[in-house]
């Protein structure tokens, strides 16, 4: 059973993807306007946003934004609004990510990392929630990370800022699926792009940006509410979570090496 509604069209919908300058968020926005979507991207760097929306017209917008400015989201949505009269769904992609032992944690480098991937989150959903119940429509998307479902190796502040995505997105849908709001929390495996290109370990089922791409929009359409690939690799971890600590600890180091 869907969790939300399925989209069956793509052809004129009006999507907002946040942190669309690179990666998976640059894929998304590609492989939405092969569809016929309206695309409007987000991100901090100006150019390449021009560079991505150039040749598609009057359905893209470029729209450069800093997700820990929470004062520039609201004039970023009312462009949006101004252009297409409102808009379909939002997917917040923007994050950042550093490998981190526990023996280098230091504050000023974690906070700036949560600053990015939780409270960029944070900061762009309350006038986007706003948006979607003035119109009684629309969807959300946050896109976290496989790093959210438990404790591994190099993940000690990213993983963190994923474990609190999934549990706000959780209670995003109780909030918001009552009043017709459509909620999705995509947790990608590896994907390969420039910050994964930082990882020193093997990474396991890792694909590209337009698997994980075309993997999100394939759950859009189906209404699901948790988006997570690839599922070889995936559904392995949601299964290591089940155990006990004394085996996932043992079986997370040996696939790790760390």
């Excluded at 991505?52 to 520039?72: E, F, I, N, Q, R």
């Excluded at 438990?150 to 009043?179: F, I």
């Excluded at 509410?225 to 995936?234: D, G, L, Q, S, V």
């Amino acid at each position: 059973m869907s969790l939300n509604p399925k989209i069956r069209d793509w052809r004129g919908r009006r999507i907002w993807v946040i942190g669309a300058s690179s990666g998976i968020g640059a894929g998304l926005a590609q492989a939405l306007w092969q569809r016929g979507a309206r695309v409007a991207v987000s991100a901090r760097r100006g150019a390449e946003l021009e560079q991505l929306t150039a040749v598609h017209g009057a359905a893209a917008l470029a729209l450069p934004l800093d997700v820990t400015d929470a004062a520039a989201v609201q004039p970023a949505l009312d462009r949006i609004v101004d252009a297409w009269g409102g808009v379909d769904l939002v997917v917040l992609c923007a994050g950042t990510h550093q490998p981190v032992r526990a023996w280098e944690l230091e504050s000023a480098a974690a906070r700036r990392l949560l600053e990015i991937n939780l409270h960029g989150v944070i900061h762009c959903l309350p006038p986007v929630v706003a948006r979607l119940l003035r119109q009684g429509a629309g969807g959300v998307a946050v896109v976290s990370s496989i790093a959210g479902y438990g404790g591994l190796p190099t993940s000690l502040v990213y993983g963190a800022s994923k474990a609190a995505l999934n549990n706000l997105t959780e209670t995003l849908y109780l909030d918001l699926a009552p009043r017709g709001i459509s909620v999705y929390l995509v947790c990608p495996g590896f994907v390969k792009t420039p910050l994964t290109d930082r990882n020193e370990f093997p990474m396991p089922a890792l694909i590209s940006v337009e698997a994980a791409a075309a993997a999100m929009i394939t759950g859009f359409e189906r209404g699901e509410f948790e988006i997570h690939f690839p599922k070889r690799f995936t559904r392995l971890l949601k299964f290591l979570r089940l155990l006990p600590y004394r085996c996932y600890f043992a079986l997370v180091r040996r696939g790790t090496g760390l």
